[in-house]
């Protein structure tokens, strides 16, 4: 099939379209229009900077899949944000945070393995022909890979493919799948953010934890806030973008030095370049929490850090595509009960411990969304919070090989 060319192609042009719905979103978002009030009350603006973009693509105006501009986001702005945001980061207040942010995320993680063949059970009882098939095209094969990157990521997607070999017309309609599901998800869960204390009150939690560790984030913040100069704006550049270069030479070397001398670490995600990408621009940036660098927080460290992210919202955005997985309606039917068991398991676990909605969003989303959506979803609820999103994700990047594997075998027993 020919792949048709989006009316656009010219990524500066693409990037001045992202950045100026980025602009309008948030200057409307501040309007004294009756209009626009109402529409945010509704509406959290981070989902209209995610939406958007996605809807330009579906309408074929722009493309997510041949713009470089997610690479560039993802490898360059991504890492360059979380060095700004972990800044200010207090490690002692995030640590007490571990006790629910691990259970939301291990609940996650076990509703995905699980769900799968649930999933694949469920629909071969009504249409068993949608999760049937021969050889490389047998569904469970390309469903294995979905449950790679919705616990892990791309390289943990990448080593179920090589074990259970889908064919390459089967694994398309996986990443399509993907893409449609988890971009979806992550839509529901930035709307639920700007609806927070509602969802909160469903759950009879209490949030006093992480409203606890905003409001200190937001003091410290206020106690050092200054008008920023030209040199602590080219300061803060240069340490977010400085420290991303050595994450980057880092992870230039590591990873290809573990995939010849230890390529048995694959299964850890370890060979990875991503994955030390993230690793290291996030350590590198709590190293620097410790020092007088920290202060910079009051001259917008973390604000441009926002700016940064944001921006990586909107490229995340165009990727995508409405009616791509309707070229395969029946694979959208398992992947919605599986994200649909996915759901109802981690608000049943969220209810019946009281979990606050920010642990359920981020844990969900540091599974299926992984180190570049997390951190968003984290930003939503407060930008300081994004690093809890990364690290859980790189948590999920360890166990996803090993979690999809059973998966998939699991799907394959239960397949028709």
């Not at 996650?108 to 769900?115: D, E, F, K, Q, V």
């Not at 984290?378 to 360890?398: C, K, N, T």
Request: proline share 4%; net charge neutral.
């Amino acid at each position: 099939m020919i792949e048709q060319t989006a009316l656009i192609t010219n990524d500066a042009v693409v990037l001045g379209i992202l950045m100026g719905i980025l602009g309008l979103v948030f200057w409307t978002s501040e309007s004294n229009i009756v209009f626009f009030k109402k529409l945010y009350t509704v509406i959290p603006p981070i989902l209209l900077c995610y939406f958007l973009p996605g809807l330009l693509n579906s309408m074929g105006i722009i493309s997510g899949t041949t713009s470089s501009l997610y690479t560039m986001a993802s490898r360059y702005l991504l890492p360059a944000s979380l060095v700004l945001f972990t800044l200010s980061l207090d490690l002692r207040e995030i640590w007490k945070l571990r006790k629910k942010a691990g259970l939301m995320f291990i609940t996650a993680s076990i509703s995905i393995m699980l769900g799968g063949p649930a999933a694949v059970f469920l629909v071969s009882l009504f249409a068993p022909e949608i999760v049937g098939g021969e050889g490389a095209e047998e569904v469970w094969r390309g469903l294995s890979t979905v449950a790679g990157t919705w616990i892990g990521g791309g390289a943990n997607q990448a080593a179920m493919y090589e074990i259970f070999k889908p064919s390459p017309d089967l694994f398309s309609a996986m990443v399509a799948l993907d893409v449609f599901i988890s971009y979806l998800w992550m839509a529901l869960l930035l709307f639920g953010a700007g609806k927070n204390v509602l969802i909160n009150r469903f759950l009879k939690a209490d949030d006093q934890s992480v409203t606890e560790i905003k409001d200190k984030i937001e003091a410290y913040q206020l106690s050092i806030m200054r008008i920023p100069k030209m040199e602590d704006i080219i300061l803060i550049l240069g340490i977010g973008f400085g420290v991303t270069g050595i994450a980057h030479f880092g992870a230039d070397n590591i990873a290809p030095w573990i995939t010849i001398n230890a390529p048995y670490l694959s299964a850890f995600s370890l060979t990875s370049g991503f994955f030390w990408l993230v690793i290291i621009a996030t350590t590198l940036g709590m190293v620097l929490s410790f020092t007088r660098l920290r202060n910079l927080e009051g001259a917008g460290a973390s604000r441009i850090g926002s700016v940064l992210l944001y921006v990586l919202i909107a490229t995340i955005g165009m990727q995508m595509n409405i009616m791509a997985i309707f070229n395969k309606p029946g694979v959208l039917i398992v992947g919605l009960v599986w994200i649909l068991i996915h759901i109802i398991v981690i608000f049943i676990v969220a209810k019946l411990t009281k979990t606050p909605f920010f642990f359920l969003a981020v844990g969900s989303m540091a599974n299926i969304g992984g180190p570049a959506s997390a951190p968003v979803i984290a930003s939503a609820f407060h930008p300081s919070l994004a690093p809890i999103g990364v690290l859980l994700a790189v948590f999920g990047y360890v166990i996803g090989t090993y979690g999809a594997y059973v998966c998939g075998l699991m799907m394959q027993a239960v397949s028709p």
